[in-house]
């Protein structure tokens, strides 16, 4: 045996002995009494208590007033023999038990186990111990009550009162000894040695710890048949009778496992309460270890992690050192995530429905430093998503609402055209969900408008019932991968549909029924009579469930507002940016007002002050106005929205306007502080992975891409990279349909990049690059031209970036072309190429919106073609149903083939040959 296995296990024996010692306890029973029906299941080592079981002398236990009834219920897996029954009574319950003198743990668990609301006070021996006890607690429908108390005359008498009705499932007296606590159990968890311990408490203690610990993940929903937020008020629960004793052995583990808990819940649900339990637990940590890290990081210390710093940045500009090191530091914590934790499935640990909104910060890492890794855990994630069972036909399967339901695959495919431009697999599945906008969410009211009918969605029913019965802003959500998939296509049926419904939102706009104010969009609109406010007689509240589905809820209802500037992106009608622009003039008018302090809610003024505001989801200095403001400008090509955003806006977009590089090197400190600190609290400790943000991200998303947002809300990007790695450092100073500026610099060897054009239309191009001497943008030597020609919408250009030197990109259009608005598109990708013995199967796509005529498919083995094959036509997809057509080829055997690739040509216009060719290794 090792020297180091011998000390692991001298350790584990004065741990347990440690503990053993500490509750050891001769002579002190435990009483515990368990409540419920004659014939319900008793729980290991309690006592059953039934309504009939009054106190006599001789029983030395019983109720003083007994109970009208007894319930037994199944009402969630969780629930145990213990907490599956239990006694309820009108008013009030009084219990006696004859208990020998001592310090005593008192434990009661209250509920019934339905949805009903109960308030109930609990007494001892005529003292309030807990007053207003609330049933259901949060997710779960009972909550214990735990005090320490002390006996004195041999009795114990415990009152339950209520203003309605009071029901309790156990009552527990546990002694409490005076113990000398061992130093050496400390606060981390430590199930190995809790095990050998043994008891009730251990057994809760581990039961807490294994709710916890198998976090949020699909198969431990299955395994526990809890879902994780459940388990982890359930762990709450139990923990909180051992944190009840300051004298028990595991005192310090349950708390710090406590606090745990009441943080990341708070991190969920943003509650005051769980928030102040945390802390609690937490500073009483500190005080006895003082020099814990992961203590300090709860509390709200900064603790930096390093990097190490292999770059020379003395060359280098400002924003590009620290471009560089906030990519270095994103990169640490997605790789940790997909290196760590991601399974094969694309499952992060926090459930798929959290898991996707991680991806939010993951685009400047794949689209500007072209990373594998966080390329490939996004991917995974989003095929993962597709293929997870939980979605069908392309949204959720089971009904929700649209913030919850649309966000599985809102938050993966949308940025799919980006990542993987042309990919037909992506583009098909975006059709195939937006098959569910006219066959199931919308249809046409009274007005002859196109709404939704619901906000509560699934892929083959929407909840018609009030006040769920309305359409909403942030049903914009739904249709997002369906404006994607608008803008690459141009598909006839989603641009009529969209149109249909952004004019409906434009009409109701301009209307000002229920004193909605002219030009404002109201918060729901109700489908069966065009009502505003009809469930609430207030257009700005719904009445919903939820809190943003409110108007001053800004973020959510500018996700309509995108959508319209989206459309009017893809058709060129101006109506869609009315709301947008009333919403400008509004806003710029009323700076110049004084406004009332406290104006009538719903009012003009209101209205003013609330966007003024930047509503009740207004960032650190930022605004969420001028995020639309922003995309409105960059879609229009109109500076209308400058003085906004100049003052409100994100920092890349400030710098747009302003053109101060200090504007960019302010904005790296949100992003850096984000990246700098606590790498555990974004890594190993999260337990919801909808909670771990990056603050910031949207500068290098902007930098990187030239995108006015975070990436996803619409494709208005002015280039994204190839090739780069972290090492390249890129900003985007402008661009648009004719001209684009970049400036790069390289920390290590010279290589050679590829930018990608987004927005540079078909055209003649007069690329310059050159030395830019003093961060300025412009070429001050070096200088190389050379002409470029643009054909399609998204083109490849290749740029060789010098080490050490900063070098200042522009392109300048010298002869524009036609832009095609009809074309065809044939596609495939690596995943539709399959061979079984000696035959290869493809498929190939047509994802435009013309039919594909005269398609040729070649065969290729490295240089060598090694096969033909023709399509006569595929239709477009323009029902949104997918069209392609399989072909098969016989591969010759004999011949030392390692690499096949497939390659697709038509005579037509297609919206681009990115998607031509296809590889599939074969493995020795």
């Known amino acids: 045996m090792s020297i180091q296995r011998k000390l692991n ?69 969780w629930n145990n023999d213990l907490n599956r029954d239990g006694v309820w009574a009108k008013d009030s319950l009084v219990f006696k038990a004859n208990i020998p003198n001592g310090v005593y743990l008192l434990t009661l668990t209250l509920g019934d186990n339905t949805e009903k609301q109960l308030n109930q006070s609990v007494y001892f021996n005529g003292a309030l111990i807990a007053d207003s006890v609330i049933t259901p607690w949060y997710r779960i429908p009972f909550k214990s009550v735990n005090k320490k108390i002390t006996i004195s005359n041999g009795v114990a008498v415990v009152k339950i009162s209520s203003a309605s009705l009071v029901a309790v499932q156990n009552i527990e007296f546990r002694p409490i000894a005076r113990q000398k606590i061992s130093t050496l159990t400390g606060f981390e968890q430590d199930t190995i040695a809790i095990k050998h311990l043994g008891g009730d408490f251990a057994a809760k203690y581990l039961k807490a710890s294994y709710y916890y610990d198998l976090g949020a993940w699909s198969k431990s929903a299955k395994t526990s048949g809890i879902n994780f937020t459940f388990r982890m008020y359930l762990a709450a629960d139990m923990l909180e009778q051992i944190a009840a004793s300051e004298n028990d052995p595991l005192y310090d583990k349950a708390i710090y496992l406590l606090a745990k808990i009441h943080y990341w819940l708070d991190q969920e649900d943003n509650d005051p309460y769980h928030e102040a339990e945390a802390r609690k637990y937490f500073t009483i940590l500190k005080k006895k270890y003082p020099d814990a890290e992961l203590i300090k990081m709860y509390l709200g210390e900064q603790i930096p992690f390093e990097l190490p710093d292999h770059v020379d940045g003395k060359a280098a500009p400002q924003w590009a050192v620290k471009q560089h090191e906030a990519m270095q530091r994103m990169l640490k914590i997605i790789y940790w995530w997909v290196n760590e934790r991601q399974e094969a499935n694309g499952e992060l640990g926090g459930k798929y429905g959290d898991d996707v909104e991680i991806l939010r910060w993951w685009l400047p890492a794949i689209l500007g430093a072209d990373d594998a890794t966080a390329k490939r855990g996004y991917m995974r994630l989003a095929d993962g998503v597709w293929n997870s069972g939980i979605m069908e036909r392309g949204f959720a399967e089971k009904i929700d609402d649209v913030e919850h339901s649309a966000e ?248 747009l306007v302003n053109k101060d590089p200090e504007t960019i090197n302010k904005g790296f400190e949100e992003l850096l502080n984000s990246l700098r600190y606590n790498f555990p609290l974004l890594t190993t400790e999260v337990k919801y992975t909808d909670r771990v943000y990056v603050r910031g991200s949207e500068l290098l998303f902007g930098m990187y891409t030239g995108h006015f947002g975070s990436g996803y809300e619409y494709p208005s990007t002015v280039a994204t990279w190839k090739n780069t790695g972290s090492d390249i450092g890129v900003f985007v100073r402008h661009g648009d349909a004719t001209s684009a500026k970049v400036s790069l610099y390289n920390f290590g060897k010279t290589k050679m990049v590829t930018m990608q054009t987004w927005l540079l239309e078909p055209g003649t191009y007069k690329l310059s690059s050159g030395t830019d001497t003093n961060d300025d943008g412009e070429i001050d030597a070096d200088q190389l031209e050379r002409v470029l020609v643009l054909k399609e919408r998204v083109n490849q250009v290749r740029l060789q970036v010098p080490a050490g030197k900063l070098q200042a990109v522009r392109i300048e259009q010298l002869k524009a072309y036609p832009k095609p608005e009809a074309a065809a598109d044939v596609a495939l990708s690596d995943r539709d190429i399959s061979i079984v013995n000696d035959q290869l199967s493809v498929k190939i796509h047509n994802v435009g919106n013309v039919t594909a005529k005269n398609i040729r498919v070649e065969l290729w083995a490295g240089a060598r073609k090694i096969g033909l094959s023709k399509i006569a036509e595929i239709p477009a997809p323009n029902d949104l149903v997918p069209r392609w057509k399989k072909i098969s080829f016989k591969i010759e055997t004999g011949r030392a083939i390692s690499a096949i690739s497939v390659r697709v040509f038509t005579n037509h216009p297609e919206i681009t040959t990115l998607n031509n060719t296809a590889s599939y290794r074969l493995t020795p």
């Open 408 to 655: 599985l695959f809102r938050d993966t495919h949308p940025s799919m055209f980006m990542i993987h431009y042309g990919d037909p697999e992506y583009i098909e599945r975006c059709l195939i969900s937006m098959q569910n906008f006219e066959k199931v969410w919308t249809g046409i009211t009274p007005k002859g408008h196109r709404h939704f009918k619901s906000c509560y969605l699934s892929a083959t029913a929407v909840l018609e019932q009030a006040p769920m019965n309305v359409d909403v802003p942030l049903n914009a959500r739904a249709v997002l991968p369906g404006l994607w998939a608008a803008w690459y296509n141009r598909n006839p049926t989603l641009i009529q549909l969209f149109s249909e419904w952004g004019n409906a939102w434009v009409a109701d706009a301009a209307r000002t029924d229920g004193g909605k104010p002219a030009g404002v969009l109201p918060a729901a609109i109700a489908f069966a009579d065009d009502g505003i406010g009809a469930h609430t007689g207030k257009w700005y509240d719904p009445g919903l469930e939820y809190d943003y589905y409110k108007w001053e809820s800004l973020g959510h209802v500018n996700e309509t507002q995108a959508q319209l500037i989206g459309m009017y992106g893809i058709t060129n009608n101006t109506s869609f940016l009315k709301p947008v622009n009333f919403c400008y003039d509004l806003m710029i008018g009323a700076a110049q007002e004084k406004l009332p302090e406290n104006p009538e809610q719903g009012s003009l003024n209101w209205v003013k002050k609330v966007l003024l505001q930047g509503g009740v989801d207004k960032g650190g200095a930022d605004n969420p106005m001028t995020d639309v403001f922003a995309m409105a400008g960059r879609i229009s090509n109109s500076s209308k929205y400058d003085e906004f955003i100049a003052l409100h806006g994100n920092p890349y977009n400030k710098y």
């Open 9 to 77: 296990l001298v350790f584990l024996m004065w741990t347990v002995m440690g503990l053993v010692s500490c509750t050891e306890n001769v002579g002190q029973n435990l009483y515990l009494y368990d409540m419920g029906t004659e014939n319900s299941a008793v729980e290991k080592g309690y006592i059953q208590v039934t309504p009939a079981g009054t106190y006599t002398e001789n029983a030395g236990f019983g109720w003083l007033n007994k109970p009208e009834g007894a319930f037994d219920t199944l009402a969630g897996k």
